[in-house]
């Protein structure tokens, strides 16, 4: 009895982007197979349903194998069982370590741990994201996190080194590994409206500005801890609000230069004491932990929930902020002026970036 078997030979690994997102996508073959078809790639390449199957099969089962290597990148290039040309290989890496910013605004936050990892049910069934796909993306997040945490040196690029990520994913997975260990509150109410990208772009600034890293290249931890001795320091901002005739002349200042320039004027000078208190108890109260923990939601509450009951546009709080900062130049008594432009600088561009008017 003769049997007839097609043998197909080649040299380099066959891998089809679509059915690599499907893959990571936490689809099924036969799930994956139905999509595929829908595309319409029987009618492109004149197969049958049973190539089409076979193909899938084949190639869910290279990425399975791929994936123990995916999980410490450098491998990839040294392993012998793929040929895998080097923008392939990047592909593969950058397309594996994406995540989904709706399943990483949920576990922002949160202790990378096995009770979050319990959660991802529920996570999964509000965001509409596969349990494979969201259990794939939360492993990431805490390789990554136990990769770094202990290395010294930028933050951003231990990730870029360690797990050959493109820039923009390792200052997303940076800011995820900053929000993991500062456990920064970002569930309640308040702050839903905030996007994973809104608090990633406050994670850099702070990162930035506030950490050890950003006065101490040779600090451990560097990118990870706030500086501890500027967090003290910010207590001598309190003369801002503690000395009367300092917090008058602040006023002063900052309500001349914005007098005529807005239609939101009155509430301003009306408003003016009970903002700049909120802005200096906020850095006053950063040498407690739990305050750390607490920074994004009294920003909301003391700012820009005031901003907004007002009507103020983007534009009117950028104007103010601007003023507020700048005013403080010209106090004789205020000698603390690099400890503010600091404090202010990274205050005012997460304001600006969290106020969706």
Known sequence: MSVELDVFVGNTTIMDKEVYQLWLNGYTVNDAVRVRMEGGVLEEYEASAEVLLSDTMDQFRTFQMCERLLHIPAKLANQLLFQIPPDRQAML?????????????????????????????????????????????????????????????????NIRQHFLLSDPLARDYAAIVFFASNRFETGKRKLHYLTFQDFAFCAGQLINNWTLGSVDNLAEDMDVDLDKE??????????????????????????????????????????FKNLSRGLVNIAAKLTNTKDVRDFFIDLVEKFIEPCRSDRWTTVDMALYLTHYTNSAHMLDSFRYQAVWNRYMGVIKSCILRMYHD
């Open 230 to 271: 500027f967090l003290q320091d910010l207590k001598d901002l309190k003369i801002l609000i503690t000395d009367k005739d300092l917090l008058d002349q602040h006023k002063s200042l900052v309500c001349t230069a914005l007098r005529g320039k807005t239609k939101v004027f009155n509430e301003m000078e009306a408003n």
């Open 93 to 157: 890496i950058d397309r594996y370590y994406a995540f989904d910013d709706a399943f990483a605004r949920e576990v922002l936050g949160k202790k990378l741990s096995k009770g979050t990892k319990k959660d991802l049910d529920d996570i999964s069934a509000k965001t509409g994201i596969t349990l494979k796909s969201c259990r794939r993306q939360f492993d990431n997040f805490k390789r990554v996190f136990k990769v770094v945490e202990e290395l010294k040196g930028p933050l951003v690029e």
